[in-house]
C-alpha cells in the first residue's frame, strides 16, 4: 500500500468551547463551520448521525480539524456536536483504551498491549488504525540572517542530542557552503509528555543515524533542550528568539513564520514540500492486516527529491462497540473527512490529499464499522 502526499485532519463542531492543542497539548475546541467548497460533494444530509462524539489525541491534526470545521460539516449536519480535545497521541490512545473517548488521533498506531486493551474497550472487538492526515515534520529554526540551511540526519542527531551548540559549528558548515553561519547558541525546543511526533522524529534519527542517536524511537523525548507543551509551545518558542530549533509539523512551522531546513537524504538536499514528503510516503507498507491500515514508513530512502521525515495521523477507531448513534455519527463524520473535495481542501494548511489507493481502502474500511 502507498500514499504520497500529506494531508491534515479533521471537523470540529458545534455548541461550547473546546481548544485544541497539540499532540502533547494546545487547546481544545468544539466549532460550528459555515459551508464551503467541499460541502457539496461530501456527505448527504440523510447519511447525517446526530449527537455528540468525543475525540482526542494527536496535535498534528489541530490545523486540519480548523480547516475542515470551515468547509462544511456541520452545515449538512447541523445536529452533531464533535469535539476533539488535542492533548497528544500517547494521551489519545490512553483515553480511548480507558473508554473515555469514543475515537482517538495518533501520529502512531496503536502498540500491541494497546491494541488488546482497546478490544476490550470495543466490547471483544478490534479497533482499526485508519490513515487520515499525512504530513512532514518540519526541522524548523529561526536565525537572524539564514534563511536557507541544509541538515543531514546525523548533524541533526548531533544538535538535538546537545553535541552540537553554536550555529557556526563545522559539522554545519560543511553542509551549507556560501553561507554565513553566526556563532549564535542553539537553543533546543522539544515536546513534553508522550507525543506522535516525537516518536516519528526520533524514528527517523535512529533508523538514518543510529551511531549519533544511539535511542530507539520513542514518544518521550531522549535527547537535550527545553521542554515546551503541544506542537505550537515549541513553534511558539523558536519564533521567540534568533537560534532556536525544533521538529514540529510543517503546518506549525508555517503558521509561525519559522524557516524550515532542506533535509539531505544522502542524495542530495530536499526542500519541504508536499510533493517532496509525498515520495517518501509513497515506500510506506501497510503492516496491519484487513481493515487495519497500519503503516510502515521506510525513514532511511535515498530517492532523489524525497524529504524523509514524515508521519501519518491515524484515527483508531472500534470496529464494532460504540452504540448505534455514535457508530452512524462516527461513520458519517469520517466519510466526510475522507472524501477527496474534504481532502483538497487541506494543501494549503501544509497537508495533502490522501492518495486514491490509500482513500479507496480508508473508506472501504469505514463502511466496515458496525
Same mark, same amino acid.
Given at each position: 500500500?502507498?500514499?504520497?502526499?500529506?494531508?491534515?485532519?479533521?471537523?470540529?463542531?458545534?455548541?461550547?468551547?473546546?481548544?485544541?492543542?497539540?499532540?502533547?497539548?494546545?487547546?481544545?475546541t468544539?466549532?460550528?463551520?459555515?459551508?464551503?467548497a467541499?460541502?457539496?460533494?461530501s456527505?448527504?444530509?440523510?447519511?447525517?448521525?446526530?449527537?455528540?462524539?468525543n475525540?482526542?489525541?494527536?496535535?498534528?491534526?489541530?490545523n486540519?480539524?480548523d480547516?475542515?470545521?470551515?468547509?462544511?460539516?456541520?452545515?449538512?449536519?447541523?445536529?452533531?456536536?464533535?469535539?476533539?480535545?488535542?492533548?497528544?497521541?500517547?494521551?489519545?490512545?490512553?483515553?480511548?483504551?480507558?473508554?473515555?473517548?469514543?475515537?482517538a488521533?495518533s501520529?502512531?498506531?496503536?502498540?500491541?498491549?494497546?491494541?488488546?486493551?482497546a478490544?476490550?474497550?470495543?466490547?471483544?472487538?478490534?479497533?482499526?488504525?485508519?490513515?487520515m492526515?499525512?504530513?512532514?515534520?518540519?526541522?524548523?529554526?529561526?536565525?537572524?540572517?539564514?534563511?536557507?540551511?541544509?541538515?543531514?540526519?546525523?548533524?541533526a542527531?548531533?544538535?538535538?542530542?546537545?553535541q552540537i551548540?553554536?550555529?557556526?559549528?563545522?559539522?554545519?558548515?560543511?553542509?551549507?557552503?556560501?553561507?554565513?553561519?553566526?556563532?549564535?547558541?542553539?537553543s533546543?525546543?522539544?515536546?513534553?509528555?508522550?507525543?506522535?511526533?516525537?516518536?516519528?522524529?526520533t524514528?527517523?534519527?535512529?533508523?538514518?543515524?543510529?551511531?549519533?542517536?544511539?535511542a530507539?524511537?520513542?514518544?518521550?523525548? $531522549? !535527547?537535550?533542550? +527545553?521542554?515546551?507543551?503541544? %506542537? #505550537? *509551545?515549541?513553534a511558539? @518558542?523558536? =519564533?521567540?528568539?534568533?537560534g532556536?530549533?525544533?521538529?514540529?509539523?510543517?503546518?506549525?512551522?508555517?503558521?509561525?513564520?519559522?524557516?524550515?531546513?532542506?533535509?539531505?537524504?544522502? $542524495? !542530495?538536499?530536499? +526542500?519541504?514540500?508536499g510533493? %517532496? #514528503? *509525498?515520495?517518501t510516503? @509513497?515506500? =510506506?507498507t501497510?503492516v496491519?492486516?484487513g481493515?487495519?491500515?497500519?503503516?510502515?514508513?521506510?525513514?532511511?530512502?535515498?530517492?532523489?527529491?524525497?524529504?524523509?521525515?514524515?508521519?501519518?495521523?491515524?484515527?483508531?477507531?472500534?470496529?464494532?462497540?460504540l452504540?448505534?448513534?455514535?457508530?452512524?455519527?462516527?461513520?458519517?463524520?469520517?466519510?466526510?473527512?475522507s472524501?477527496?473535495?474534504?481532502?483538497?481542501?487541506?494543501?494549503d494548511?501544509?497537508?495533502?490529499p490522501?492518495?486514491?489507493?490509500?482513500?479507496?481502502?480508508?473508506?472501504?474500511?469505514?463502511?466496515?464499522?458496525?
Open positions: 500500500m502507498t500514499f504520497w502526499k500529506t494531508s491534515r485532519l479533521l471537523t470540529i463542531a458545534a455548541v461550547g468551547a473546546l481548544a485544541l492543542t497539540g499532540c502533547g497539548s494546545d487547546d481544545n468544539s466549532t460550528a463551520a459555515p459551508g464551503g467541499a460541502a457539496s460533494s456527505t448527504a444530509a440523510a447519511d447525517c448521525g446526530t449527537g455528540t462524539l475525540g482526542e489525541g494527536s496535535s498534528a491534526q489541530k486540519a480539524m480547516q475542515v470545521s470551515q468547509t462544511g460539516y456541520l452545515a449538512q449536519c447541523p445536529d452533531a456536536t464533535i469535539n476533539y480535545n488535542a492533548t497528544g497521541s500517547g494521551a489519545g490512545r490512553k483515553q480511548f483504551t480507558g473508554g473515555q473517548v469514543d475515537w488521533g501520529d502512531s498506531a496503536l502498540k500491541p498491549e494497546e491494541a488488546t486493551a478490544a476490550t474497550r470495543c466490547m471483544g472487538n478490534p479497533a482499526w488504525n485508519l490513515p492526515v499525512a504530513g512532514p515534520i518540519a526541522i524548523a529554526y529561526k536565525l537572524d540572517g539564514v534563511t536557507d540551511l541544509t541538515l543531514n540526519a546525523e548533524v542527531a548531533k544538535i538535538f542530542q546537545g551548540t553554536t550555529w557556526n559549528d563545522p559539522a554545519i558548515a560543511a553542509l551549507n557552503s556560501g553561507v554565513t553561519l553566526p556563532a549564535t547558541p542553539i533546543v525546543f522539544f515536546r513534553t509528555g508522550t507525543s506522535g511526533t516525537t516518536e516519528n522524529f524514528k527517523y534519527l535512529h533508523a538514518t543515524a543510529p551511531d549519533a542517536w544511539t530507539d524511537g520513542s514518544g518521550d523525548w $531522549a !535527547g537535550k533542550g +527545553e521542554g515546551r507543551e503541544g %506542537s #505550537a *509551545g515549541v511558539q @518558542a523558536v =519564533a521567540g528568539a534568533s532556536g530549533i525544533t521538529y514540529v509539523e510543517w503546518s506549525f512551522a508555517q503558521d509561525n513564520k519559522l524557516n524550515v531546513a532542506k533535509v539531505d537524504n544522502g $542524495a !542530495g538536499a530536499v +526542500e519541504l514540500t510533493e %517532496s #514528503a *509525498g515520495k510516503i @509513497a515506500t =510506506a501497510q496491519g492486516t481493515n487495519d491500515l497500519a503503516l510502515k514508513i521506510d525513514y532511511t530512502t535515498k530517492e532523489a527529491g524525497a524529504y524523509p521525515i514524515v508521519l501519518v495521523t491515524y484515527e483508531i477507531v472500534c470496529s464494532k462497540g452504540d448505534a448513534d455514535k457508530t452512524k455519527l462516527l461513520k458519517s463524520f469520517l466519510t466526510y473527512f472524501d477527496p473535495a474534504t481532502q483538497t481542501g487541506l494543501q494548511i501544509g497537508y495533502a490522501l492518495p486514491a489507493e490509500v482513500s479507496t481502502k480508508v473508506k472501504t474500511a469505514i463502511a466496515a464499522i458496525s
